[in-house]
């Protein structure tokens, strides 16, 4: 199972983003899907998650400015990120709790990370 994350770069504050990450092999099903995020000399946070019934939850730093949504029939978890301040640089994650055709349980993936810098 791969993840693979896209749509990082470098925008101004106020400005947006939107974060892909699409899993990929022999998935058998999807549970969670989430993003964090990592600063150097920091613990990788969580931003946001997603289940595989739609039910959101956010980090209270993101409430209001970033949406979190996942395509099923794409093995795909989104990550719009609006309104974008300068403390939300940093290097952000894609999770997902997968369950193969070769295993009895969900177990968590990890995308390559995408640097977003946000500019004053």
């Known amino acids: 199972v791969q993840l693979q994350a896209s749509g990082g770069g470098l925008v101004q504050a106020g400005g947006s983003l939107r974060l892909s990450c699409a899993a990929s092999?022999?998935?058998?099903?999807?549970?969670?899907m989430g993003w964090y995020r990592q600063t150097p000399g920091k613990q990788r946070e969580a931003v946001a998650a997603?289940?595989?019934?739609?039910?959101?939850n956010y980090a209270d730093s993101v409430k209001g400015r970033l949406t979190i949504s996942r395509d099923n029939a794409k093995n795909t978890v989104y990550l719009q990120m609006n309104s974008l301040k300068p403390e939300d640089t940093a290097v952000y994650y894609c999770?997902?709790?997968?369950?193969?055709?070769?295993?009895?349980?969900?177990?968590?993936?990890w995308g390559q990370g995408t640097q977003v810098t946000v500019s004053s």
């Open positions: 092999g022999r998935i058998f099903s999807i549970n969670d």
């Open positions: 997603i289940t595989s019934g739609g039910t959101t």
């Open positions: 999770n997902a709790y997968v369950k193969t055709h070769y295993s009895f349980s969900y177990q968590p993936y």
